[in-house]
Structures are given as C-alpha cells and as structure tokens.
C-alpha cells in the first residue's frame, strides 16, 4: 500500500508540473498582436532567437553566416530522397554562376524550379536551404536548380539578381542536361530569395524572356526603400528578424541608396506588374516582411495576374525552413507544390514570349 500511495504521489505531482509546464508556455504565446504559435513561442523563449537579430547587428559578417548554417542544421528535417543531387556550374550571360540540381525520383523530363536562397542577400547558401529545395522537388515532381548567387557586401547590388538571370538563361538553354523541359520554368524563393525570383519575373518580361510559368515568393522582401508598414511597426524587435538586421542587409546589398526603388532592387515598386507570372505569396504573420509580400500579390492582382497570398498565423520568419519544429513547414511546400501542379498542367509552349498566365485559384 505504501508503495501505491507513493506511485500516486509522484503520479499527481508530474500531472502538475506537466499542467504547469503547458500553462507557462501557453503564456508565452501571448502578445500584444495576437497570439503566437506554442511551438514558435517555445523555439523563441528557449532559444534565445527573440533577441538574435540584435544580437548580430555588430558580428563580423563571416560569423553571421556562420550562425544561420547552424541555425539552420538544427530546424532542417531529415534530407528526401532524390534521384540525384549535382553541383553544376550555370554559364551564361557572360557569368559562371554555381548551382545544385535536384533531380526528383521518376522519368523526365520534368519541369523546372529556380530557386534562389534566402540571408538578407549576406548569407545563407546551397547547404542551408538544401531541405526546402528537396521538399519541392519531391512534392511537386519537378528539377530544382538552387542558385548560389554571389553575396553582399562583397558584391553589391545588382550582382546577386545578374546571377538569378544568367541562371534562368542557363536552365532555358539546357533542359537535355538537366532531364527538364525548359519550356516549363518556374522560380522560387524565401526572404532575399523571394526578392530576386520577383525581380528575375520582372528581368524575363522586361527582356522578352525566358519565359516564366509561376513564381513563388515565400516571405519576401519587395521593397527595400520603405521599412513603414504595420508589419514592420508591430513586429520590428522580438521575432527573430528585427527592422535593425533588414536595415543592415539593405545597407550591404544596396549601398547606394538610389539603387533601392529600382525595380529589380524592389519588384514593389515596378511601375508596372502587368504581364507577370501568376504568383502564390506565403507570409507569416508575426514578420517584418508580411505586409509587403501581401502589397505584392494585391498589386499583381490589380493588374491582371492571377495572384494570391496566403498568411500562416502565428508563425515568424523563416517557418518554411523549420520542418524538424513547425509542421506548417510541410503545409507551406504543399501549397507552392499544388500551384506548380496547376501551372505546369497546360499544353507545352516552347517559344520564350511571356505567355498570359493561367488562372490560379
């Protein structure tokens, strides 16, 4: 009996640090904008991320990059399977350019996705987005060609977004080597990156090709002249990626501060959006960039592309990234592989005028 009544005992108590436990981290969800997600709000607290971008807005920049690989490694989920994985060199334009291609399980050829890489334009690379361009690859059945663009501050705007076209370049003229059909090309990519898939939308239209089937912007920066949303006003200390870190990437990205309404450099502040890719926009709905994003697709849409965002509540930047903690993660890629679905599902059209685009619903 003595024994029972201590199983009891030690039964009842961790009942109640375990009520306990829940009630401390439900409170941790709790903010003046709303509420977070458990987990997020977990990952925050326990991490210490709140403060990271503060953190880092006086570490030599080799130290931040070194920071996100291993931040990024520690949210990563276990790598899908391919068919192959090939680091490659994307020649075109004039630039060699670095690339690693995806090829998923099954017969070609398949359709194509650029993506381009997240890290303010400072950091981030081939590896520290190796799991999402998997995970697109694997959902949607298509090559992922991820892009290793050259980095500010040691290149300067409009390097990075060069290297984005001259790889779309690459990929129209190789789909034999590539096991891809280049008449079916899409672009990619998350924060920065989801920057310079816009801006490579705008390039491909403005240029009369390559010709793009659909973009999808996963939280992205579109405008780099004007940091005054309610998004960056609600939001600009404590969710990983503070105001003061983007306004040091631009710092290093576009120096000059003229470059910052060009188009190429702010796909926002295009004068015109007609005649672009339709487009999916993810956002998060405790991010600086969220505004923005949704800016984007509203503007789109008013001139005549099919276009839509879609806000994950209660998440921050970069959940996309995070499968190993956020199972909106996987969510997310479904959606973007759902719209490569749709967009790719048209009859084959190989000459490189922008087509109008097909409706995303």
Known sequence: MKLKKVVLIVAAAVA??????????RSWTITPHGRLDFRVAAYLKLTGAAGKGERELTIPVEESRKRLAERAASVSGPPIEMASVKDMKAAAGGLVVPVRVYTPLGTGPFPVVLFYHG????QGD??????PCRAIAGRS???VVSVDYRLAPEHPYPAAVD???AALLWVRANGRLLNADPAKIAVAGDSAGGNLAAAVCLMAR???GPAIAFQALIYPGLDSAHLDTESYRLFARGYMLDKAGVERFIGMYLPNKKDRTAPYAS????????KLPPALVITAGFDVLRDEGEAYAKKLSAAGVPARSMRFPGMIHAFVSAPKLLPQSMQAIGEIAKELDKAFSGPNESDDSNRRPRSVK
């Open 267 to 274: 796909p926002l502040l295009a004068p015109s959006h007609a």
């Open 126 to 131: 081939l590896d520290t987005h190796d799991w």
């Open 163 to 165: 290297d984005a076209y």
């Open 141 to 143: 059945g298509t090559v």
């Open 206 to 208: 403005d240029r009369g």
């Open 119 to 122: 890290g303010g334009w400072v």
């Open 16 to 25: 109640l640090a375990a009520a306990a436990g829940f009630l401390i981290v």
